[in-house]
């Protein structure tokens, strides 16, 4: 999931928690303009806190980061294990 500090509705310190009660599998990625460096995002939810602006090729692998953590490894339905990636998948 990825948000916003400042959100509008002022959830920003109870989102990612409210996610994760949910699933505590999804990833929440926090995107701000403000400087926060002094703030321990773990203990609010969030996995990844990216400074905007930020470059296209960042987030795309933060996103892609956060994807492969939460998708590495999955059970398969034959009893192996599967990596998967954007561009690939390999059953081992």
Known sequence: MLT???????????IAKE???TN???KVILTTGYDLSS???????????LQIPVKISTLLSTIREMLLLTLLPIQCWLGSFIFAGFDHYAII
């Open 24 to 26: 505590k599998n999804i």
């Open 39 to 49: 703030v321990d995002i773990s203990d609010e939810g969030y996995d990844k806190l």
């Open 19 to 21: 996610v994760k009660a």
């Open 4 to 14: 916003d500090y400042p959100t509008p509705r002022g959830s920003e310190k109870t």
